[in-house]
Structures are given as structure tokens and as C-alpha cells.
């Protein structure tokens, strides 16, 4: 292998998932830090450790010569970005490349097409994939709109082309209000951007987020990994998240699956990618592609085999994929619960020091976490301190063991959403699968009121 030592530019649990891929594959790490993290678990263990900065992470995790004047004085001959920070930043993959240390990610003009939501869009129809039918450009005339509309199917939606935040944008029912609305988005529209130009889409009144994994070699050759379900969101963060999803069919997965391999080979993608869609009524629509490792990844990991982040370090090397298609058996079920450093109902953070810790553990139970006895948990970065993965053969054990391991969880000194788990995973509605998007925020509404 030709990467002999990895410098891994993040902190927290996924600074440590990297650098355990690494040492078992032979390779030695280089922790970056700030010094609010010196006493972090993967600076404990890395080879080599740098100080990068003050706490902020503007000054040390972002400051992009901090980190490669690391990489040079470590002599560290790979980077490996995680998630967050500078892993989706097209500008510093070029830096790293540049300097002839090897990015452990996707190739950066992916990572710049993939990062514009239009020029994403775009790619994503070229390459196949399918989006949220509606019209191609603006729209004036209420007959084109009406044609428009009775093509996709009501409801559909009118959206200020300028727009953002809700403004100018009107829910369609019926081709009877279609006029009115039109007019009413148009005005708010010019009111609020100067623009009054409209378009329309398909309004998804209540989808799900299922998301695909993706690999690609770099050179034509890609796989999928199946999806993962993320539809239990509050403020468009994933909250916890499983693989398979209860709602998508062997046909529909196999079927999607190649659809984004395909696209991915037509890219000839490098490295981990994921394709994240939106779906209601048996139909998948394209919202995004993230270009690098998720948050969720060990959820893919559990029924699969596959060691992801080996993966990602194997293809930046130059390898091959480890597996072909057909060797990838989906097996069992998992879960994923993000434990946070808040308040489990109000959510506000809750950093400190942890006087007492104690990891759920037993079979097929994984914790992700830099947590220990003693450290302080700095007010700074992301509150997400640990990740709880379980797996079980059916969905049915797999909830049964993430209960028990729920119980068992004990991070004493700060609040964490570890209470805020355990009531969920006794909804009815979780328990047998049938949530959206909208569901986690309208449940914890309705326990507020």
C-alpha cells in the first residue's frame, strides 16, 4: 500500500473511527487539534498529534495552511477530511492534491458540482436520476401552468424563483385556484426579492428522506450499498436514522440501487458518495448528493460487512473496489440513535465535564464515542457526542436490543438526548415503521403542548 501515514483533519468520534481504520490496515495517524481538544480520545491515540489553532474552529479545523503545514511537518502523505469542516470543500481538495499528499475523498470538480444545488440538479438529470417533476424554467401564462400542472398531478406547488424561506410559495390543490395562487406567489414574490417570477413542482405534502450508498473507483467502476432511512429529522437534522428502510422493497432497492451505481459510473465517481432523495408514494425524487463518508455510515456497515472508511482509504490509494456488485449481501436490520450534549427537550447544549461514563455494550451493540470518565466536553463545535448502532436480524430484535442498550447508556456530568431516545422508540409509529419527515417535530410539538 502507498499511504503510510494519515492525517485525519477532524476531531470527535469520527477522528477515531478514522484512525482505528487506519491502524488496522498498518497505517499510522496524525491527530490535528485545537487546543480545546488536546485531551480528545484520537489525539490520545494517534501516532503523531499537531496543534492547529485556538478553539474556534474558523482558526483551527477550517484554517486550511494550518492544516496542510501539519500534513507537511508530520510528514504525513495522505488526508483523510471525515465530515464537516473541509470534507465538501472543492478548494482544499485541490490544495491537498496540489502538495502531493493524497485526498481521501472524491475528486474535486465532484465535489464543486455536487456542492451547487443547481448545477447539481442538473447533473443528477443528466446522469439519470430522477427529480421532482415540474416545470423546466419560469412560468407566466396560466394555461402553460395548468397544462404543467395537469401533467404531474395536484397538488402541486408555486415557488418564487428568487424565493427562500417560505416566501412566495403557494400549495395547489386544484386547477380551479391555480390562477389566484399564481398571482398571490407572484406578488408576495416581487414584495419580498423584486422578482415575480414563479415556477412549479410536484408538492411532496409528507415524504420520507431515503438515502443511497454509493462507491466509485474513480475510473468507471462504482457499487451501491442499499439505502438508509433519515426521514426522523427535527430542523433538517437526522435525529436517527436505520438501514433497510421499513418502507422500500427488495425491487425498489435493487432497482435505485444501480440507478445511482449507473450515475456514478457515468461520473466516474472516486470514493464515498451519497445520493439522498426524497420519497412519497413509491416514487424516489433527487434532493442532494453528498460527496463524503455520512454521519450514519455505520448503519450501512452493519448490514453489509463492509468497513467503509477502509474503503474510502483503499480507492483514494488507487485500488480497486474490495467487492463487485454481486458479492454484497444485505443481511438483518440497524439503527443508528445520534447522542447529543443538550437537553433532551429543549435542546440546548449542554457541554461540561463528564463525571461518569459508561458505553452500552453486548452483542452487536457499537458506540462510536470519544467520551471517557473526565473530559470535558468543550461549548464549541457539534453537540453530537456519541453514536449508538445496534443490529438485530429482524427489525423487530433489532429495536428489543437498542432498548436494552438505551438502558444501559449512562454519560453522567451533562444532559444528553439518551431520554428523548428511549420515549421514541416506544411510538407506536416508530415501532412499526410509519413516519416522514414532518413526524419527529409534529410529536415533539404535540408532547410541548
Known amino acids: 500500500m502507498g499511504i503510510s501515514r494519515l492525517l485525519i483533519a477532524n476531531r470527535g468520534e469520527i477522528a477515531l473511527r478514522i484512525h482505528r481504520a487506519a491502524h488496522e490496515m498498518g497505517i499510522e ?89 443547481v448545477a447539481a440538479k442538473k447533473t443528477a438529470g443528466e446522469l439519470g436520476l430522477p427529480l421532482v417533476p415540474g416545470s423546466d424554467g419560469a412560468v407566466s401564462e396560466v394555461e402553460e401552468a395548468r397544462k404543467i400542472a395537469a401533467e404531474i398531478g395536484y397538488p402541486v406547488i408555486i415557488k418564487a424563483a428568487s424565493g427562500g424561506g ?3 410559495m403557494k400549495v395547489c390543490d386544484s386547477p380551479e385556484k391555480l390562477e389566484t395562487l399564481m398571482q398571490q406567489a407572484g406578488s408576495e414574490a416581487k414584495a419580498a426579492f423584486g422578482d415575480a417570477t414563479v415556477y412549479i413542482e410536484k408538492y ?40 433497510p428502510s421499513p418502507v422500500i422493497t427488495e425491487e425498489d432497492r435493487m432497482r435505485m440501487g444501480e440507478v445511482c451505481a449507473q450515475a456514478m459510473r457515468d461520473m466516474q465517481y472516486r470514493g464515498a458518495g451519497t445520493i439522498e432523495f426524497l420519497w412519497e408514494n413509491g416514487e424516489f425524487y433527487f434532493i442532494e448528493m453528498n460527496t463524503r463518508l455520512q454521519v450514519e455510515h455505520p448503519v450501512t456497515e452493519a448490514i453489509t460487512g463492509m468497513d467503509l472508511v477502509r474503503e474510502q482509504i483503499r480507492i483514494a490509494d488507487g485500488r480497486d473496489l474490495s467487492v463487485t456488485q454481486d458479492e454484497i449481501e444485505f443481511q438483518g436490520h440497524a439503527i443508528e440513535c445520534r447522542i447529543n450534549a443538550e437537553d433532551p427537550w429543549t435542546f440546548a447544549p449542554s457541554p461540561g465535564k463528564v463525571t461518569y461514563y459508561h458505553a452500552a455494550g453486548g ?28 443490529f438485530g436480524r ?14 444501559e447508556m449512562v454519560v453522567e456530568g451533562v444532559k444528553t438526548s439518551i431520554p428523548m431516545h428511549q420515549e421514541l422508540i416506544r411510538e407506536p409509529d416508530v415501532l412499526s415503521g410509519d413516519y416522514t419527515i414532518k413526524w419527529l417535530e409534529e410529536w415533539l410539538a404535540k408532547r410541548e403542548g
Request: glycine residues 10%.
Open 29 to 117: 495517524t496524525v491527530a490535528v487539534h485545537s487546543t480545546a481538544d488536546a485531551d480528545a480520545m484520537h489525539v490520545r491515540l494517534a501516532d503523531h498529534a499537531v496543534c492547529i489553532g485556538p478553539p474556534p474552529a474558523t482558526d483551527s479545523y477550517l484554517n486550511q495552511a494550518a492544516i496542510i503545514s501539519a500534513a507537511e511537518i508530520s510528514g504525513a502523505d495522505a488526508i483523510h477530511p471525515g465530515y464537516g469542516f473541509l470534507s465538501e470543500n472543492a478548494q482544499f481538495a485541490e490544495v491537498v492534491e496540489a502538495h502531493d499528499v493524497v485526498w481521501v475523498g472524491p475528486k474535486p470538480e465532484h465535489i464543486r458540482t455536487m456542492g451547487d444545488k
Open 166 to 168: 417560505g416566501r412566495g
Open 204 to 243: 411532496l405534502g409528507n415524504p420520507r428522506h431515503i438515502e443511497f450508498q454509493v462507491f466509485g473507483d474513480g475510473r468507471g467502476g462504482a457499487i451501491h450499498l442499499g439505502e438508509r432511512d433519515c426521514s426522523l429529522q427535527r430542523r433538517h437534522q437526522k435525529v436517527f436514522e436505520e438501514a
Open 363 to 390: 452483542m452487536h451493540v457499537r458506540v462510536d464515542s470519544g467520551l471517557y470518565a473526565g473530559y470535558s466536553i468543550p461549548p464549541y463545535y457539534d453537540s453530537m457526542i456519541a453514536k449508538l448502532i445496534v
Open 394 to 407: 429482524t427489525r423487530e430484535r433489532c429495536i428489543m436490543r437498542l432498548r436494552r442498550a438505551l438502558e
